[in-house]
């Protein structure tokens, strides 16, 4: 069972398209990540939300951490192919025994 | 300020082998952490060192270790490499346990 649950697993969308991916847990985290990760490469680190209802916007992407801080969402306005990668959510705290547990991640493709 | 350096990029092993790689935190992050990362298992954490101690350890055999030095760089050892464990191996530093973590470009491990 995995602690940090992503959905969906999979999106493929057309350029200028919005999408939403969502990350839940039944375990509360001290605050969330959101990574987005190029074939190959390390993730990067896009946001990272503290506060139980906290919303980030970066540029075209809205992050909102859920009230009890068990969940998030990513939103993307306009999608643009540059957007297409893994999106993968961490949440940190002592979960699991481990100080950060990251979820499967959404594999998301942007076609032009 | 600098990245998280990750050495070498690629390897290629065989079976039996054993392999070291290295991590270089970002100035002043105390806490290095890595990770495996393969397409059917998603980003599993190997362990995590804060000042040359190792706080925490991942479900992974003996045949993993690593060690973290005075200037918190970090080595991770693989003896008698398996075909399993060709993966993307991540390291991620931050400046305490708890704060948010972020990866180098990772070491592509491949074991013939």
């Known amino acids: 069972t995995q602690l940090l649950e992503q959905s969906p697993q999979f999106l493929s969308i057309q350029e200028g398209e919005n999408l939403t991916v969502y990350c839940n847990s039944s375990s509360v985290f001290s605050s969330l990540q959101w990574y987005r990760q190029e074939p190959g490469e390390g993730p990067v680190l896009l946001v990272t939300?503290?506060?139980?209802?906290e919303v980030k916007k970066l540029k075209r992407l809205t992050f909102q951490f859920g009230d009890a801080r068990k969940d998030s969402s990513l939103h993307i306005t306009a999608a643009q192919p540059g957007d297409t990668g893994l999106y993968l959510c961490?949440?940190?705290?002592?979960?699991?025994?481990?100080?950060?547990?990251f979820g499967p991640g959404t594999r998301l493709s942007v076609l032009p | 300020k600098a990245g998280v350096t990750q050495t070498p990029r690629y390897l290629i092993k065989t079976r039996g082998q054993q392999v070291t790689l290295s991590c270089s935190p970002i100035s002043g992050h105390r806490s290095v952490s890595w990770y495996q990362q393969t397409p059917g298992q998603g980003l599993q954490f190997l362990f995590e060192y804060f000042s040359e101690t190792q706080r925490n350890k991942g479900n992974f055999p003996g045949r993993f270790s690593g060690r973290q030095f005075s200037n918190s760089r970090s080595e991770m050892n693989v003896s008698t490499l398996e075909l399993g464990d060709s993966a993307l191996y991540l390291c991620?530093?931050?400046?305490?346990?708890?704060?948010?973590?972020?990866f180098g470009p990772g070491t592509r491990l491949t074991v013939l």
């Open positions: 961490a949440g940190a705290g002592r979960v699991g025994g481990q100080n950060f547990v």
């Open positions: 939300v503290v506060t139980g209802g």
């Open positions: 991620a530093s931050s400046a305490a346990s708890y704060n948010e973590q972020f």
